[in-house]
T-cell receptor, first 111, second 114 residues
């Protein structure tokens, strides 16, 4: 699986937007970009995924750079419940049975 | 209704014992996984099954044996438990293999070997 690089930690104020970056300079043309998060004492939870175009769902938005070497997960209005570790993962068809988790970004929300 | 459920949630046992963790998904998914999260919070895949067939075995000691009686269940049996097996074990499922699918995880089983 191609490698991703994320900041170890970030902080954001409650009710503010949060932009979580991910670099994936070795991404291949067929890799999907997935984001998961893990709240304290819980299992990982799917957030969003995309290939080339920006994506929106009820949880977040995913902005993908034109060259696909980076992406940004956007939480539009952070709440305390969004405090979690966020993982950016590339998924291809050659290891498609698994999600390879890195160390992720620990997001702290400040009330 | 819990999509992916694991039992037990907590398991404390002595070294050398044999124990099982059960996992069931009610999503109708074809693919199921076991992940291990160690004390440093690193999540690593152990096994993957697709339609009851083993697809991935990520160099896990053969003391760990997954069993999939049907598509909805993937149980994990561990023989001769060691201190280093202490971790949180997560079961997950997805609709089918592929890069355009999402996975659903259970709440985890915290195994403590004493």
């Amino acid at each position: 699986d191609a490698k991703t690089t994320q900041p170890n930690s970030m902080e954001s104020n409650e009710e503010e937007p949060v932009h979580l970056p991910c670099n994936h300079s070795t991404i291949s043309g067929t890799d999907y970009i997935h984001w998961y998060r893990q709240l304290p004492s819980q299992g990982p939870e799917y957030v969003i995924h995309g290939l080339t175009s920006n994506v929106n769902n009820r949880m977040a938005s995913l902005a993908i750079a034109e060259d696909r070497k980076s992406s940004t997960l956007i939480l539009h209005r952070a709440t305390l419940r969004d405090a979690a570790v966020y993982y950016c993962i590339l998924r291809d068809d050659f290891g498609n049975e698994k999600l390879t988790f890195g160390t992720g970004t620990r997001l702290t929300i400040i009330p | 209704d819990t999509a992916v459920s694991q039992t037990p949630k907590y398991l404390v046992t002595q070294m050398g014992n044999d124990k099982s963790i059960k996992c069931e998904q009610n999503l109708g998914h074809d693919t199921m996984y076991w992940y291990k999260q160690d004390s440093k919070k690193f999540l690593k895949i152990m096994f993957s099954y697709n339609n009851k067939e083993l697809i991935i075995n990520e160099t896990v000691p053969n003391r760990f044996s997954p069993k999939s009686p049907d598509k909805a269940h993937l149980n994990l049996h561990i023989n001769s438990l060691e201190l280093g097996d202490s971790a949180v074990y997560f079961c997950a499922s997805s609709a089918h293999n592929g890069r355009n699918t999402e996975a659903f995880f259970g709440q985890g089983t915290r195994l403590t070997v004493v």
